[in-house]
């Protein structure tokens, strides 16, 4: 059970380029997240999907977009990357069960824009 | 919109003492949950505690335990016997009743010093 995966780890790109962030979750959740953690700032969702087949935008969606691929895995893309999107990206999953929810996050992937 | 405060970027705490954390927010919202994630330098997002806004009864997890005060809007972490595990960046959260996303504050680090 790894519970929330994300690749890559690491990505340094050159501004224009393009990159598609992956997550997956083995937990059976039906709603994942994807947040952006900048210096001296808390987390910011930038998008999420409530079910298999819907996304939403969160508070900075700009620049991105993100396809739910199937129950387990959740992209985000970046069409042609800019230096304000250096970051480190957090893919997250949660369930209400019982009336409680946890989102259960993945470890991050740094990435530079240069 | 919810916003989350927490008026504290940087703490220090001797091992084995007691420290506490301090988060306000700001709601028109009566029904919600509060969070308090811990983010060590491996950058993995664990949860430490919960609390739902209609429980007046404060959370514990056996060395963490909050202060909720709901018409102050305060929900402050309190970490007693200090381990140096607990050296990290502590972040509050927010999230409505049957909502998917969460509003986190800018973060409090905190270090544990031996």
């Known amino acids: 059970n790894a519970g929330v995966t994300q690749t890559p780890k690491f990505q340094v790109l050159k501004t224009g380029q393009s990159m598609t962030l992956q997550c997956a979750q083995d937990?059976?959740?039906?709603?994942m997240y994807w947040y952006r953690q900048d210096p001296g700032m808390g987390l910011r969702l930038i998008y999420y999907s409530a079910s298999e087949g819907t996304t939403d935008k969160g508070e900075v969606p700009n620049g991105y977009n993100v396809s739910r691929l199937n129950k387990r895995e959740f992209s985000l893309r970046l069409e042609s990357a800019a230096p304000s999107q250096t970051s480190v990206y957090f893919c997250a999953s949660s369930e209400w069960r019982g009336g409680r929810s946890e989102q259960f996050f993945g470890p991050g992937t740094r990435l530079t824009v240069l | 919109a919810q916003t989350v405060t927490q008026s504290q970027p940087e703490m220090s705490v001797q091992e084995a003492e007691t420290v506490t954390l301090s988060c306000t927010y700001d709601?028109?919202?009566?029904?919600?949950?509060l969070f308090w994630y811990k983010q060590p330098p491996s950058r993995q997002m664990i949860l430490v505690i919960r609390?739902?806004?209609?429980?007046?009864q404060n959370a514990t997890e056996n060395r963490f335990s909050v202060n909720f005060q709901k018409a102050a809007k305060s929900f402050s972490l309190k970490i007693s016997d200090s381990q140096l595990g607990d050296t990290a960046m502590y972040f509050c959260a927010f999230m409505m009743t049957g909502a998917n996303n969460l509003f986190f504050g800018t973060g409090t680090r905190l270090t544990v010093i031996p």
């Open positions: 709601t028109s919202e009566n029904n919600y949950y």
């Open positions: 937990m059976n959740h039906n709603s």
């Open positions: 609390q739902e806004a209609y429980k007046q």
